[in-house]
């Protein structure tokens, strides 16, 4: 079952432009929601993350928004930049039976065009 | 460069083979992951190993077991390798929640 919905499988975005990534989680448990970049040949690695109780994040050029009620969260990019071409995973966390428990949405492939 | 480190990184297996992926972390986590990726499904669970000495499934365990040797190490099986399990393998640790996870660089795995 998939508990985190990921949207869109693929984005192409010109440069200076903002990418948005959009996810949905339906357990109400998860306490913690990180996103990760992940570049070809490379492991995923953590971006950013935020908890339930902020409504935004800003990292540099990296935004997380969160709707609790809604049970929504999106990534925007600002200024989207060459650089930024990866694959992106929002997740959704909480601690269960003794251990992190991280549940991945199907991921983004971003390409930003110059 | 301190982090997980993976062996190895390329693999292809014939049908039936077995084979044991190596997984070594050195930043005395407690927690460590077996994680597969394929295309359009992210990243799937395959065990964890929540301490030293304990290992538990995940969502995709069929096919595969786990040891956690010590602290440091968390190695992957497949006991008799199938087409199905052609993927990419990431193993990672965690130091908490509020750390995220570590991933290694993966093991890119061939099943004919």
């Known amino acids: 079952q998939q508990q985190v919905k990921q949207s869109p499988q693929s984005l192409i975005v010109q440069k200076g432009g903002i990418s948005i990534i959009n996810c949905a989680y339906e357990?109400?448990?998860?306490?913690?929601f990180p996103w990760y970049q992940q570049f070809p040949g490379k492991g995923p690695a953590l971006l950013i993350a935020i908890r339930p109780d902020v409504s935004e994040k800003k990292e540099g050029r990296f935004t997380i928004s969160f709707n609790k009620s809604a049970k929504q969260f999106s990534l925007h990019i600002m200024d989207s930049q060459p650089g930024d071409s990866a694959t992106y995973f929002c997740a959704a966390s909480m601690f269960s039976g003794g251990y992190n428990k991280l549940i991945f949405g199907a991921g983004t492939r971003l390409a930003v065009h110059p | 460069n301190a982090g997980v480190t993976q062996t190895p990184k390329f693999q292809v297996l014939k049908t039936g083979q077995s084979m044991t992926l190596q997984c070594a972390q050195d930043?005395?986590?407690?927690?460590m992951y077996w994680y597969r990726q394929d295309p359009g499904m992210g990243l799937r669970l395959i065990y964890y190993s929540a301490s030293e000495g304990t290992t538990d499934k995940g969502e995709v365990p069929n096919g595969y077991n786990v040891s956690r040797l010590n602290k440091r190490e968390f190695s992957l099986r497949l006991e008799s390798a199938a087409p199905s399990q052609t993927s990419v393998y990431f193993c990672a640790s965690s130091a908490g929640q509020l750390y995220g996870y570590t991933f290694g660089s993966g093991t890119r795995l061939t099943v004919v």
């Open positions: 930043m005395n986590h407690n927690s």
């Open positions: 357990n109400t448990a998860f306490d913690y």
